[in-house]
């Protein structure tokens, strides 16, 4: 465990004192980043996309719950735990209550290919009540670059082929099921339109827990391995899963 030194208040002060002017300089260029997400151009979806919930079949317009902005999450479906990806479950119990996002017309929502049945089972399991939709069977997750299976569709994830991603030593996104953020936008008329999506390391941004450590000596603790459900912390396969 690296514990930090210990010095004088002043000898603090100047040392914080000179971390806060990095951090202002990240705010502002996160803040300009930002601005060019916004000026991104779209593209119109064109194909029928289907997936199920609670009240059966739905399309991809009907994840809007009428408002004019969609973000979806892409959950890993772990075929072996019959169950979402731990850490996708921590990025998803960091979600917050709606409302916020609402007001904002806003909607959000989480897809993955766990069948509906199954995938329902987890959510309630999860404690979650944001909306869930399987996309088992369909198209959207292959298209979305979100499940690999190159007898479906040529692999590609944050934005790389397959040999890019095996050039930057990383073949483990080349195959299965990987997580992601997808936004959309809908007209008046109904016509839906693809914004923005993020892959890999793009979603920690929007973990809680995650910017909590970073404040914190310890920070994130990655030697303890991979994230656990939140309910097998206690459990004895807990670091397996």
Not at 114 to 142: A, C, I, K, Q, V
Not at 184 to 194: I, P, Q
Request: proline share 4%.
């Amino acid at each position: 465990m690296n514990r930090p030194a210990v010095v004088s208040r002043e000898e603090w002060l100047t040392a914080r004192k000179s971390l806060l002017a990095e951090e202002k300089e990240l705010t502002h260029r996160m803040d300009a980043l930002a601005e060019k997400r916004r000026a991104l151009p779209m593209v119109a979806i064109e194909k029928k996309y289907v997936f199920e919930g609670p009240a059966g079949e739905v399309e991809l317009a009907d994840l809007f719950e009428k408002r004019r902005q969609l973000i979806v999450y892409h959950m890993m479906w772990r075929w072996d735990l019959d169950a979402g990806c731990p850490s996708c479950a921590m990025f998803l119990d960091n979600v917050g209550h709606l409302a916020h996002l609402h007001a904002q017309d806003t909607s959000f929502a989480v897809v993955s290919r766990g069948p509906w049945e199954t995938l329902n089972r987890y959510r309630e399991r999860m404690g979650w009540t944001f909306p869930t939709y399987s996309s088992f069977g369909g198209d959207f997750n292959y298209d979305f670059h979100v499940t690999q299976d190159e007898s479906v569709t040529p692999v590609e994830y944050n934005y790389r082929t397959k040999a890019e991603l095996e050039a930057a030593g990383q073949s483990y996104f080349t195959d299965g099921e990987q997580p992601g953020t997808s936004v959309f936008w809908r007209d008046d008329d109904g016509s839906v339109f693809h914004t923005y999506s993020s892959y890999a390391r793009g979603g920690d941004i929007h973990i809680g827990t995650h910017n909590f450590l970073d404040l914190t000596p310890l920070g994130r603790q990655k030697h303890v391995g991979e994230a656990v459900h939140h309910d097998r912390y206690d459990s004895p396969e807990s670091h397996c899963h």
